[in-house]
């Protein structure tokens, strides 16, 4: 389709198609994901399509890995990145300076400020089972206590 008119609507665009000539043809396309081929023209050094995010990934200032970049929707008027494989299960990321501190998906890392994002501090588990077979053995036995020599 040949675009002849658009304009800037909030987080979207409008637009008028020279194919598209009555209402109900425009009616047709209401609620319909476009996609078109943008050839080679540039973005700006410090923007990328959202596509370029995915699997990219994504860690905290303290080097605490979060997962990678499954998802990307706009919210507000900005854009939140959906991270998942991490610990931590799914993680939402506003893109903002205040919580994103490094922002290089084309060299493959986004850092964000943990606190900023309101994560707590990630707790060092010990491993869960039995701390030795000899310990278990003798809180097991009621009777157990020092051995007495047979006479």
Do not use: C
Request: charged letters at 30%.
């Amino acid at each position: 389709m040949t675009v002849i008119w658009r304009s800037a609507d909030g987080p979207g665009l409008l637009l008028r198609f020279k194919e598209v000539t009555t209402r109900e043809q425009a009616t047709a396309l209401h609620d319909i994901y476009l996609e078109a081929e943008i050839g080679d023209r540039a973005l700006a050094d410090d923007a990328v399509w959202w596509h370029e995010l995915e699997g990219v990934a994504v860690k905290t200032r303290e080097g605490e890995p979060l997962g990678v970049v499954e998802d990307v929707f706009r919210s507000g008027g900005g854009e939140v990145l959906v991270i998942t494989g991490g610990r931590r299960g799914e993680v939402l990321v506003p893109v903002v300076s205040s919580i994103v501190v490094d922002f290089a998906p084309r060299e493959g890392r986004i850092v964000v400020d943990g606190e900023a994002l309101g994560l707590e501090p990630e707790r060092v588990r010990r491993p869960r089972g039995r701390r030795s077979s000899r310990a278990a053995s003798s809180r097991s036995s009621p009777n157990a206590g020092p051995t007495e020599a047979a006479e």
